[in-house]
């Protein structure tokens, strides 16, 4: 099976930097996604990492360590608009079997 | 334009009655998934299919039914089995093998349905 650990809540100030980890378990690890979601919408992509390191994109960052089953997405300079939910999501090599984590919720203050 | 389509947007089931939510896709894609949301919560795996005529069951498949007759479609049934149905239900396809790891953006949602029960 596939086990994938986030945060249920965060909070941060408009400008601030939040970082949403993401920890998982799988056998055959294909690669880590992280999407935006807003309330009754579908998912929205924002990276996809399969090997180690940082990708950046604009505001986003995302961030993996293989070894340590690990991820990271860092939201800098916090506009009111991202606030919304951040789903971590695995792919799994043999048979891509595509699971979320429950997501994290980041409510950004004025 | 390619895209994936779920319909209908709304639905409502009555007591002891099956229901299809349709899913069709026009870009190609080998796998396809279902997922079901409850408020404030992540989406589940229902079931998935990565090729023509085969699929598995996902973490929470009692009570639906899936089929994957061809590439393009892959409808869900929510059976009378399935004690609490309401949820709003995701429908996602995706390349598999090498062409996922060329490009993140691989997984293409539809837009949702949102079934109740009355």
């Known amino acids: 099976g596939q086990n994938i650990d986030q945060p249920t809540e965060m909070t941060a100030t408009e400008g601030a930097i939040v970082q949403i980890n993401c920890t998982y378990q799988?056998?055959?690890?294909?690669?880590l996604f992280w999407y935006q979601q807003h309330a009754g919408e579908a998912p929205t992509f924002l990276s996809y990492n399969v090997l180690d390191g940082l990708e950046e994109k604009g505001r986003f960052s995302s961030f993996l360590s293989r070894s340590k089953g690990y991820s990271y997405l860092l939201l800098k300079e916090l506009q009111m608009k991202d606030s919304a939910s951040y789903l971590c999501?695995?792919?799994?090599?043999?048979?891509?079997?595509?699971?979320f984590g429950a997501g994290t919720t980041v409510t950004v203050r004025a | 334009d390619g895209g994936i389509t779920q319909s209908p947007k709304y639905l409502f089931r009555k007591e002891g009655q099956n229901v299809t939510l349709s899913c069709e896709q026009n870009l190609n894609h080998d796998a396809m998934y279902w997922y079901r949301q409850d408020p404030g919560q992540g989406l589940r795996l229902i079931y998935y299919?990565?090729?023509?005529?085969?699929?598995q069951k996902g973490d929470i498949a009692e009570g639906y039914s899936v089929s994957r007759e061809k590439k393009e479609s892959f409808p869900l049934t929510v059976t009378s089995a399935q004690k609490n149905p309401t949820a709003f239900y995701l429908c996602a396809s995706s390349m598999v093998g090498r062409a996922i790891k060329l490009s993140g953006n691989t997984i293409y949602f539809g837009e949702g349905s949102w079934l109740t029960v009355v």
């Open positions: 999501a695995v792919v799994r090599s043999n048979d891509y079997k595509l699971s």
């Open positions: 799988t056998s055959g690890f294909n690669g």
């Open positions: 299919s990565q090729i023509v005529n085969d699929f």
